[in-house]
């Protein structure tokens, strides 16, 4: 059980993945410092990615009025990028997805997605979306998808590196909050 530990999913973020890149940028020039040059410069340029794709969220985001920054996924796996973006997270269960969703998880989701009006679900790519489209019937919003979060796809997927990651799941997400508002 995870119970009671900090969300692991520290990597959904790209403020923080900037972190692990600079970190690792620094170990790496420690422990093998003939290469220093060329560690420093793949983290610059890898940062660079990661800033960019940064930067097209916080525009594509700052569309979206106060009362409907909502992310809605079927697992707390996107703490960090809702408290970077300024999103209000909500979520069927907290980060266990062996966890089976419970009516009473449901109904707190179908309420709030309800409450606030909120257009679009998501789900994560390595558990079962059925809870998310089941909340998206019953309310009236739009699945907008699976997020990869736990996983890449295979090299021909849509998420083959780190970097497809964090810039398919923004172009979902966006899309998904943006184009999908009542």
């Not at 692991?8 to 600079?22: D, F, G, K």
């Not at 849509?158 to 999908?180: K, M, R, S, W």
Request: charged share 20%; glycine share 4%; with cysteine.
């Amino acid at each position: 059980s995870y119970t009671d530990k900090p969300n692991p999913h520290a990597w959904m973020s790209p403020q923080n993945a900037l972190v692990y890149v600079e970190n690792i940028r620094k170990a790496f020039v420690e422990l093998d410092p003939d290469n220093a040059d060329a560690y420093n410069a793949n983290a610059k340029a890898y940062s660079e990615q990661i800033e960019a794709i940064a930067t097209q969220l916080t525009t594509a985001l700052a569309q979206l009025p106060d009362d409907q920054r909502f992310l809605v996924s079927c697992e707390g796996a996107f703490s960090y990028l809702a408290r970077d973006y300024d999103l209000k997270e909500i979520y069927i269960w907290p980060i266990n997805a062996e966890q089976q969703f419970t009516p009473k998880q449901m109904q707190s989701v179908i309420d709030q997605v309800t409450t606030h009006d909120i257009p679009t679900v998501f789900c994560e790519s390595t558990v079962s979306d059925e809870g998310q489209k089941q909340i998206a019937q019953t309310t009236g919003a739009h699945f907008g998808g699976n997020l990869y979060v736990d996983s890449l796809s295979t090299t021909d997927g849509p998420v083959p590196t780190f970097l497809d990651l964090l810039e398919y799941d923004a172009q979902i997400i966006t899309d998904g909050l943006l184009h999908n508002r009542q």
